[in-house]
């Protein structure tokens, strides 16, 4: 119970329009902090103008290791939030050196819906990916659903969803 309080008490620090709650907020999340902040730590990181806090925001997301994080992060992706903090999420995947393997179904789907930027970034978190053998099968369904969409669609994206259909094909063969 006291844990939900001290998360709650964080929330509403990072919540605050107030700076000196941002900060000392922040100051707790790293220790005290777990995954059901991160929406919290995205927005306080869009609406801020204080840069200082901007790059406390992004030093804890680019920072995670918690695979609780990575499940929130992926989620948030398919939230209505803006570009910007989606690409915030995006790159806290990427940054956080998280192996996204599993998540290639909605990583697959919000390149192609999302932005050539965004596209970019879901690449390169792929690439970064390890897939083993018993992601055979996620990989060769995601091929399928990819070739299926570019040959039945015209996409801003082309250039960046061709390379990441070469980047699984490459992971399969190493897999």
Same mark, same amino acid.
């Given at each position: 119970m006291a844990a939900r309080k001290e998360i709650q008490e964080i929330r509403s620090g990072l919540q605050s329009s107030e700076d000196v709650l941002n900060v000392k907020a922040l100051s707790k999340v790293r220790t005290k902090g777990d995954a059901s902040l991160l929406p919290d730590l995205i927005n306080l990181w869009a609406?801020?103008? %204080?840069q200082k806090t901007k790059k406390e925001v992004e030093s804890i997301l680019f920072g995670l290791k918690e695979k609780a994080a990575l499940d929130g992060?992926?989620?948030?992706?398919?939230?209505?939030?803006?570009? =910007?903090?989606?690409w915030l999420a995006l790159?806290?995947?990427?940054?956080?050196? #998280? %192996?996204?393997? =599993?998540?290639?179904?909605?990583?697959?789907? #919000?390149?192609?819906?999302n932005s050539y930027t965004n596209a970019i970034d879901v690449?390169?978190?792929?690439? %970064?990916? =390890? #897939?083993t053998d018993a992601d055979e099968k996620l990989v060769d369904s995601?091929?399928?659903?990819?070739?299926?969409?570019?040959?039945?669609?015209? @996409?801003? %994206?082309?250039?960046?969803?061709?390379?990441?259909? @070469?980047?699984?094909?490459?992971?399969?063969i190493e897999g």
């Open positions: 609406d801020t103008d %204080n992060l992926i989620s948030y992706l398919d939230t209505d939030s803006s570009e =910007e903090k989606k790159n806290a995947i990427w940054q956080s050196g #998280f %192996n996204a393997s =599993e998540h290639l179904t909605p990583l697959l789907e #919000f390149a192609i819906h690449m390169t978190i792929i690439d %970064n990916s =390890e #897939f995601n091929l399928r659903r990819l070739n299926d969409y570019l040959l039945k669609n015209k @996409s801003d %994206n082309l250039q960046v969803l061709l390379e990441i259909k @070469s980047i699984l094909i490459d992971k399969k």
